[in-house]
């Protein structure tokens, strides 16, 4: 078999059942049957702007600088025709990038489906992943440019992209819609940025990643009980990326889930995300896996580990006081304040969904200020994954996610004439 990178990058990759507990998934886990999507092969070795340009719809590649000097990328697809509709902006999963919304392809990924309703979409990458790896002074080597968590993707990443749109397109406000981390970290950044909820007209919180500490997966609890040893182990080799995007990754996991290898591959993804086999389609996976994972910090995972092991929704514990009260002025964590997030929320959960667990969910709603609508996904056995791959993704849930722009949409359009 080939080899892959470096010894580090090695390190993290022979971690790669712990990382995948997070979102889960298999070559051969899925069913036997055809999936409904219209799209190759050869779709998981190609990147994002060059999936959008195969599939018939224009794409732009902008980079935005955030304030601690990060520079991301963010792709548009914008309307095809002129449209006085308000902005989509996507967000996407933990170790994921933006081809969370489009890898299923035309006439089923949400970012074409709102497209095609004439919709300007702009899909954000978070700092750290293979799309946005740059930054103005930081070698992207070095322990500076990965000393970060998803307190900084909310704090930081997610009001520079908004904020970028807004300029733009000249807009006052845009749809929101994020999945997993996407939707987490969005609340982080309505509840750390004074005036940023007023920039969202409705937030569309897919399976939100906001309290994790009821899984009953045991990957993913191995994963919170071993995480601060996986970073030390890391660090140890001047690694700091957990997972970390590499070009061979979709022959890699074609080695790693081969025949004589898929019961390990159904244990895992039946165990984390929950068994709903005939939504997910070997193909569908093995595409995924040219694009996942994407990259993240080892520091995003030991956040992930402590709000699963603590049950608190907070920032990063630095595990010593003293340095906790030089950052925070506290000895103790600050918790987020879901109070101050007061957009109008939609959620959807699944009840088949170990990753995030729907009670999770429903305690989530009950902090929020301004919960619009919940929505149980009606496929009882509807997991995390297939929150974004699912044969039957566009009738159970994306369709219903359409049609809750559109009322936004409709809302917002009134108020403003």
Known sequence: MATFGSTGAALSRLLIVLACATIGMSFHGGSNTSAPFLIDEEDGLLTVPQLIRKYGY????????????????????????????HPVFMWHSLFSSCVD???????HGLAYLLADRDYDIWMGNARGNRYSRKHERLSVSSAKFWDFSFHEIGYYDIPALVDY??????????????FSQGAMTSFIAMAERPGFTDKVIE?????PAVYMYRSPSVFINILAASADQIAKALG??????FNPYFEKQYFFFQWLCSAS???????????VVGPNPDQLDSKVLRIFFGHFPAGASAKQVQHYAQIIRDGIFRQYDYGDPQINYKRYGSHTVPRYNLSRAAAPVRTYYGYNDNTVNYLNVLQLEQEIPYVVSSYPVPDKRFSH?????????KELLYDEVVRNVE???????????
Request: hydrophobic share 40%.
């Open 58 to 85: 224009l794409v732009e590649e902008h980079q935005v600088r955030t304030e601690d000097g990060y520079l991301l990328a963010m792709y548009r697809i914008p309307p095809r025709r002129v449209s006085r509709k």
């Open 101 to 107: 919304w489009v890898l299923i392809g035309r006439k």
């Open 165 to 178: 749109i807004l300029k733009q397109t000249e807009a006052a406000r845009v749809h929101f819609v994020g």
């Open 203 to 207: 937030f569309q919180a897919l399976s």
């Open 236 to 241: 140890a080799v001047q690694q700091y990326e």
């Open 261 to 271: 290898k898929q019961k390990i591959c159904r244990v895992l993804i039946y165990d």
């Open 385 to 393: 994954i297939d929150f974004i791959l699912a044969s039957n993704v």
């Open 407 to 417: 009322k936004a949409e409709q809302r917002a359009t009134t108020q403003n004439k």
